[in-house]
T-cell receptor, first 115, second 115 residues
Framework: KAGVTQTPRYLIKTRGQQVTLSCSPI?????VSWYQQTPGQGLQFLFE???????NKGNFPGRFSGRQFSNSRSEMNVSTLELGDSALYLC??????????????FGEGSRLTVL | AQTVTQSQPEMSVQEAETVTLSCTYD???????LFWYKQPPSRQMILVIR??????QNATENRFSVNFQKAAKSFSLKISDSQLGDAAMYFC????????????FGQGTRLTINP
């Protein structure tokens, strides 16, 4: 079974631009969550989508948004990029059924550098 | 707000020895999950072990076991017979039962295995 696939793996943007990251979950997984990983702030929860609906949201500004499609694939978008948005963005998928709490399957991440 | 603290930024151990990674957390909830995730240099996070707070018995997974002290809000990970492949960043994480896709992570402990 294929794992969680994130694209692109690396990208460089300049301040003020916007970026879209993509995540394809494991087949059969309907929940996709996103995390930002930086050396200073560590791993922080961005949001979770389940059945095309945002179920949870972290404490990030409105420049960070996401969506989920009917095939469970998810995208996240960051508009008006700032230097502090440079990070590894991790996507994780899960079954999100009772008794499977917390068993997230992570992708390898998208490394965003903002210049 | 829930917080997770890992007080050991770095640890090292000789191959075949045992090492314990520390984690404390703060929550006012009574039902929750605790996890240890491993992030090798390839960056893909992998679930090592999970503990449900309502279970008194400590979780074990082969060479990995936890010491869960609910009253003390402590959740340490013991790795027995350390192997070179255990070298990675280890993250302690917490989630509520109902929000199991929203993990709160500690800052991580970098584990080095010395041959």
């Amino acid at each position: 079974k294929a794992g969680v696939t994130q694209t692109p793996r690396y990208l460089i943007k300049t301040r003020g631009q916007q970026v879209t990251l993509s995540c394809s979950p494991i087949s059969g997984h309907r929940s996709v969550s996103w995390y930002q990983q930086t050396p200073g702030q560590g791993l922080q929860f961005l949001f979770e989508y389940f059945s095309e609906t945002q179920r949870n949201k972290g404490n990030f500004p409105g420049r960070f948004s996401g969506r989920q499609f009917s095939n469970s694939r998810s995208e996240m978008n960051v508009s008006t990029l700032e230097l502090g948005d440079s990070a590894l963005y991790l996507c994780a998928s899960s079954m999100r059924t009772s008794g499977t709490g917390g068993e997230l399957f992570f992708g390898e991440g998208s490394r965003l550098t903002v210049l | 707000a829930q917080t997770v603290t890992q007080s050991q930024p770095e640890m090292s151990v000789q191959e075949a020895e045992t090492v314990t990674l520390s984690c404390t957390y703060d929550t006012s909830e009574s039902d929750y999950y605790l996890f240890w995730y491993k992030q090798p240099p390839s960056r893909q996070m992998i679930l090592v072990i999970r503990q449900e707070a309502y279970k008194q018995q400590n979780a074990t997974e082969n060479r990995f076991s936890v010491n869960f002290q609910k009253a003390a809000k402590s959740f340490s990970l013991k790795i027995s017979d350390s192997q070179l492949g255990d070298a990675a960043m280890y993250f302690c994480a917490y989630s509520l039962l109902g929000g199991a896709q929203k993990l709160v992570f500690g800052q991580g402990t970098r584990l080095t295995i010395n041959p």
